[in-house]
């Protein structure tokens, strides 16, 4: 793979101490100050080798910048509208569609974390602090929970690492057999960059498994998933060895192409989500379908959601 090209790349110098880093790219690019404070936000900025999205960022002496070009919107989501499931002072749980990545490429473009920041500045007055706790492949949809100010993202990042925060996802696989309920405990490890394996020397990963449907004309099964770990493509990895691959995901096995004018995306939904309240302790769920785009990456098939999926989280 050829080297991402990097459109500026420089050392603050002692008199860009102080500066806001909008203000030093404009200045850095020949560009106008909202042109580069767009490409702050759209993820196109490093400083000392991290993303920063915040034009108003000040610049110290020594520190190492660099911008990326930006790179053509890949998501294929129109529009910019966002469907949000529960909002309060401490919370906001949104859905994200298959096709938009959690956080901005590292070349920038449209991201599920942009849009976030832009309906909370469009609510007026001073943005609450949008904190990240966990994320979705760019190729799945489902909920998504930011906190809002410290205390609520480190309740939540607390509860994602010692796993009292529970995560369930629908998911339709590959399969000539029924599936029946299982607990899949592989450890996982990354092979590449983006790319994951199992690997008895990686870290722990745990998977229920609760099969919910099954066409046997079309070999694919329905099933929910419930994790007790977070590992990078853990549901697609497990399901895909002890089960069959996840439809749609050509990374992990799926020898199938996408049917005929449907968009790319995998038939994994993060469906159910539960947590204690940052606020009040009190045990708080949410549960979305997946979107009809969901079942038409299959193609024909007579799978159909049980009427009471959610129960047992």
């Not at 895909?240 to 790319?264: M, N």
Request: with cysteine.
């Amino acid at each position: 793979m050829p080297p991402v090209p990097v459109l500026c790349e420089l050392t603050a110098a002692d008199e860009h101490e102080g500066v806001r880093l909008d203000v030093l790219l404009a200045r850095t690019l020949a560009c106008t100050r909202g042109q580069a404070r767009r490409m702050i936000e759209d993820g196109a900025a490093y400083i000392g080798g991290r993303r920063c999205t915040l034009p108003g960022q000040t610049v110290k002496a020594g520190e190492h910048i660099r911008v990326l070009p930006a790179a053509p919107d890949r998501t294929g989501i129109g529009g910019g509208d966002l469907e949000v499931l529960h909002r309060d002072a401490d919370l906001l749980v949104v859905v994200k569609p298959a096709g938009l990545p959690t956080q901005p490429p590292p070349r920038g473009g449209d991201a599920l974390s942009k849009r976030v920041r832009k309906l909370l500045a469009e609510e007026g007055g001073t943005p609450p602090r949008l904190g990240e706790v966990h994320r979705l492949d760019r190729d799945v949809s489902g909920l998504v929970v930011y906190g809002l100010n410290g205390v609520a993202t480190a309740s939540l990042a607390e509860q994602f690492r010692d796993h009292t925060a529970r995560r369930s996802y629908l998911a339709i696989v590959r399969t000539a057999v029924p599936v029946v309920a299982q607990t899949i405990e592989e450890p996982i490890a990354e092979r590449a960059p983006g790319v994951m394996t199992l690997d008895p020397t990686g870290m722990p990963a745990c998977s229920h498994v609760i099969p919910l449907d099954f066409d046997e004309k079309h070999r694919l099964a329905l099933v929910r998933v419930t994790l007790e770990t977070g590992r990078t493509h853990q549901v697609r990895l497990h399901l895909g060895w002890a089960l069959g691959p996840l439809v749609g995901d050509a990374l992990y096995g799926d020898p199938l192409p996408t049917p005929a004018g449907q968009p790319p995306r995998i038939a994994l939904h993060a469906a159910l989500l539960q947590c204690r309240h940052p606020r009040t302790g009190e045990p708080t769920r949410w549960r979305r379908e997946p979107a009809p785009d969901f079942w038409a990456v299959v193609g024909e098939t007579t799978l159909q959601l049980p009427e009471h999926w959610e129960e047992a989280l």
